[in-house]
Nanobody, 121 residues
């Protein structure tokens, strides 16, 4: 069974930085960060897939970085967010797959509860 617990959200001004963390226990394939803004669909932000290679949404390339560290039986998935914009305001979710290497909102089968990121102008 997979458990995911996010932390690190908050409120910052535009241009600032935040780092999100997600503690993941259990065996997983792809892992990633997704976000959902008010009134919008959930979207992929960044994923780590087969071979450990990262992928990013075009809207965050060059500003966000996804990394992973291993601590005994747990994995910690990070999302470093720099040069934040008001459009980045959303609930951010950590998610993982227990089968296969895809990384889409409908393909992930385990989700954290989310952490709120609010960027003021």
């Amino acid at each position: 069974q997979v458990h995911l617990v996010e932390s690190g959200g908050g409120s910052v001004q535009a241009g600032g930085s935040l780092r999100l963390s997600c503690a993941i226990s259990g065996y997983t394939y792809s892992m990633g960060w997704f976000r959902q803004a008010l009134g919008k669909e959930r979207e992929k932000i960044a994923c780590i897939g087969y071979g450990g290679f990262p992928s990013y949404a075009d809207s965050v390339k060059g500003r966000f970085t996804i990394t992973i560290s291993h601590d005994n039986a747990k994995k910690i998935l990070y999302l470093q967010m720099d040069s934040l914009k008001p459009d980045d305001t959303a609930m951010y979710y950590c998610a993982a797959r227990t089968t296969g290497w895809g990384c889409t909102p409908t393909g992930m089968d385990n989700w954290g509860k989310g952490t709120l990121v609010n960027i003021s102008s």
